[in-house]
Structure formats: structure tokens, C-alpha cells
């Protein structure tokens, strides 16, 4: 499966984005899907997953309450709705997918491009 993320941009502190990723050769409904972010010098963290059928979502304490992960397996994209953004948010993020996961993961097999959020205090 390829993973095209977008959305990502520069908005001012309390704004919201938001980052959608289309998947490609294969159905996206096969797999567990999930959000990451970098930054400089640090490593990668999860940030939100959702299951196949979206019965389940997990999320990063630094952000639960504040993003949703959905997904539509008809157009073949995730998304991650980022509200209330913070400085600390700045990062790359990146989308990721999981074929071999039979229930809610933060260890995935796929990833893409990474698109840059930043957030500006």
C-alpha cells in the first residue's frame, strides 16, 4: 500500500487543521491505521490509531480531547482533525498502516511522506 498524507500547514495557536492521507493499491479497509509525528532530534510518536471498521480509536494522552482520528473506507482516506493546536504540536506527521495488527496497534508496517503542522504561539 502507498500513503499520500496532506493538509498540514502553518496556523496560529487555538486553530485547527486538518490532515487527510489517500491510500493506494489496496483497500484501506484491510488495515489498522494510525497517525505519527517527528520532531527534530526526537523520535517518532503515536499520536492516534482507528481500527478497520472505526469501532475503536486509541490517542495519545497529549492529545486526546483535542484530536480525532476518523476514516472512509469508500474514499480510501484517514484523517486526523487536529483542534485547540498548541506550539508543542508542531511537527511532521505522518500516516500509517498495519496489515498484520488484529486489534488496535502503535506498531505499524506502512508509512508515508511525512506533511508539516506548524503551530505558531
Known amino acids: 500500500v502507498q500513503l499520500q498524507a496532506s493538509g498540514g500547514g502553518l496556523v496560529q495557536a487555538g486553530g485547527s487543521l486538518r490532515l487527510s492521507c489517500v491510500a493506494s493499491?489496496?483497500?484501506?479497509?484491510?488495515?489498522?491505521m494510525g497517525w505519527f509525528r517527528q520532531t527534530p532530534g526526537k523520535e517518532r510518536e503515536f499520536v492516534a490509531g482507528?481500527?478497520?471498521?472505526?469501532?475503536?480509536?486509541d490517542y495519545a494522552g497529549s492529545v486526546k480531547g483535542r484530536f480525532t482520528i476518523s476514516r472512509d473506507n469508500a474514499k480510501n482516506t484517514v484523517y486526523l482533525q487536529m483542534n485547540s493546536l498548541k506550539s508543542e504540536d508542531t511537527a511532521v506527521y505522518y500516516c500509517?498502516?498495519?496489515?498484520?495488527?488484529?486489534?488496535?496497534?502503535?506498531?505499524?508496517?506502512?508509512w508515508g511522506q511525512g506533511t508539516q503542522v506548524t503551530v505558531s504561539s
Open positions: 500509517a498502516a498495519s496489515a498484520q495488527a488484529t486489534a488496535l496497534t502503535r506498531s505499524y508496517d506502512y
Open positions: 493499491g489496496r483497500a484501506l479497509s484491510s488495515y489498522i
Open positions: 482507528i481500527s478497520r471498521s472505526s469501532y475503536s480509536t
